[in-house]
């Protein structure tokens, strides 16, 4: 469900929710250069939403078919059957160890 741009939004702050003290709102004792691409890194995964949104494509789901979020969906699914029958299977085996092998 894509969510409409409210024409009454101005863009004013009512409720700054900045918490003073957080690593992201004080600089860094040293000023590493990590802190400085994450923040370069968040600004430009900012822009890009932005950009998505006047687009009108407000999640990456937009750009996939329903055949494509289908295949996707039951890939997934299979890929957790999987791991769950390996599981189980070794399991099985364990038990069998242990009646036939170990406490004999």
């Known amino acids: 469900m894509a969510r409409k741009i409210d024409e009454l939004d101005d863009g004013r702050v009512i409720a700054n929710m900045d918490v003073e003290g957080m690593p992201w709102t004080k600089p860094s004792l040293f000023q590493s250069a990590a802190g400085r691409f994450a923040r370069e890194d968040i600004r430009r995964m900012r822009e890009q939403r932005l950009a998505r949104e006047e687009k009108g494509l ?19 699914v299979l890929a957790g059957l999987l ?8 399991l099985v085996l364990f038990i069998l160890f242990c009646v036939y092998i170990w406490l004999r």
């Open 58 to 76: 407000v999640s990456p789901l937009q750009e996939f078919s329903k055949q494509e979020i289908r295949q996707f969906t039951r890939n997934s």
């Open 83 to 90: 791991i769950g029958a390996i599981y189980m299977i070794g």
